[in-house]
């Protein structure tokens, strides 16, 4: 492959702004909104409550002013994305008594919402757990407070954030996420009259406002995950690429380790966001040799190098000389799912349920296969196939298509030759 790629929206920031606003009373405007089928889905949930929406290419006009109805909520659509989650925090201040399916999303192994209702009930808001459902109720006006998250998750911290933000007085919140979609999200309720300071730290204080007011236009910050999913593309295929639209500061930690490998990058056109909010680049990736990292690799909480980019040094790490440990310690199953790519040719040895060796360099040969149920390992499968000569088949890609907006057509368009068959 080689010529330009242009990078897309960042889904999980898109998930958490369209749940965000039913917390307006009043019309909501985002633009560049990811054609994916997660982003579908929530729109569904919100329409199915009551939430009149106007949709034109990528751009979506939202309107919660009239009374919702949760009763009607679509169940399908709240639970095949974990994101509705989201709309705990959301409806904080607004629905008094309420229930919320239980929600999906990648099969990960437990992922566990407790830090969510702890983080809420500190704020006021009362959930029980049933069987399918999450019984929620709020009977008294939202109360600020110190609350300290049981754990440092994306979507954990956004819930905090909303009840906070129209809870009276104000809040602290330590042990805060700091990521990307966080930051889109702080600074989204920010244009709509939130007041949340320490954004982008771990830190966050809050203090309480009556009511937001509408949002004319904001536009979705680019999707670092995406950006790495090219730029793990580009290496693995030893191809000449360029990514175009990318969040730098989300991308440095990567970027310098694969420098450290060996890789010959450029960074250019520095600017910022259409939101005026974030530091986007276009990064040119250039074929070399490649050099394993003497050290383990591991995704942290941001600053350090992204939970879910994490995964996609693997492929990367195929075509190393050497070996490298990846220890994917956020989630039981993950890094299980990486022995897939063995069926492909790749030197990849399980040591426990948490941590993998890396053996390169590796001449990827084709296969059939089915993808696993998780997006970032079962992209891996795809770009292998990229890699290897001849023809690979890969079955069930919905997982795939639930996070990626036309990725088989912007990868063809820069040489892969890729053929969607309808089973």
């Given at each position: ?278 530091q986007i680049v276009d990064i040119e990736i250039i074929h070399g040799k490649l050099t394993a990292l003497p050290d383990k690799i591991y995704g942290r909480p941001f600053p350090g190098l992204n939970i879910d980019n994490l995964p996609l040094f693997i492929p990367i790490l195929t075509q190393a000389h050497g070996h490298t440990m990846v220890h994917d310690w956020a989630y039981e199953n993950r890094a299980a799912y990486s022995l897939d790519l063995q069926k492909l040719g790749a030197k990849i040895t399980l040591l426990d349920p948490h941590r993998i ?67």
């Amino acid at each position: 492959m080689r010529g330009e790629i242009l990078n897309q929206s960042s889904k999980n920031s898109a998930e958490a702004l369209l749940c965000a606003s039913v917390m307006i009373k009043g019309p909501v405007t985002l633009t560049d909104l990811p054609q994916i089928e997660g982003v579908k889905r929530i729109v569904e949930l919100l329409s199915s409550i009551g939430v009149k929406i106007e949709r034109s290419g990528r751009t979506i006009h939202l309107d919660a002013s009239a009374d919702l109805s949760l009763d009607k909520m679509d169940q399908n659509a709240a639970e095949v994305t974990r994101t509705s989650l989201l709309l705990l925090g959301a409806l904080a201040a607004r629905e008094k008594k309420y229930k919320l399916y239980k929600s999906g999303g990648c099969r990960l192994g437990e992922r566990t919402v407790r830090p969510h209702l702890y983080a809420l009930q500190k704020l006021g808001v009362n959930i029980v757990s049933k069987d399918c459902y999450y019984e929620v109720e709020n009977s008294q006006p939202l109360r600020a407070s110190r609350v300290i998250l049981y754990e440092s998750g994306d979507t954990t911290t956004e819930n905090a954030v909303m009840a906070a933000v129209l809870a009276s007085g104000a809040t602290t919140i330590k042990m805060a996420s700091a990521n990307y979609m966080v930051q889109d999200l702080c600074y989204f309720l920010n244009s709509a009259g939130a007041k949340i300071e320490g954004i982008g730290s771990t830190t966050l204080t809050i203090t309480g406002v009556n009511k937001l007011r509408a949002s004319k236009e904001y536009s979705i910050m680019p999707d670092p995950i995406v950006a790495m999913t090219f730029i793990s593309a580009a290496i693995t295929t030893a191809s000449n690429l360029t990514i175009k639209n990318c969040p730098l500061e989300f991308l440095e930690l990567e970027l310098y380790k694969l420098e450290i490998m060996g890789q010959k990058l450029v960074i250019k056109n520095e600017r910022l966001s259409k939101n005026g909010k974030f530091q986007i680049v276009d990064i040119e990736i250039i074929h070399g040799k490649l050099t394993a990292l003497p050290d383990k690799i591991y995704g942290r909480p941001f600053p350090g190098l992204n939970i879910d980019n994490l995964p996609l040094f693997i492929p990367i790490l195929t075509q190393a000389h050497g070996h490298t440990m990846v220890h994917d310690w956020a989630y039981e199953n993950r890094a299980a799912y990486s022995l897939d790519l063995q069926k492909l040719g790749a030197k990849i040895t399980l040591l426990d349920p948490h941590r993998i060796w890396v053996e390169g360099p590796t001449n990827f040969a084709p296969a059939d296969m089915v993808c696993p149920p998780a997006l970032r390992p079962a992209v891996n499968l795809l770009i292998a196939m990229l890699a290897a000569k001849g023809k690979s088949v890969l079955r069930d890609t919905s997982v795939i298509d639930r996070g990626y907006e036309n990725l088989y057509d912007i990868l063809n368009k820069a040489g892969a030759d890729i053929k969607i068959i309808k089973e």
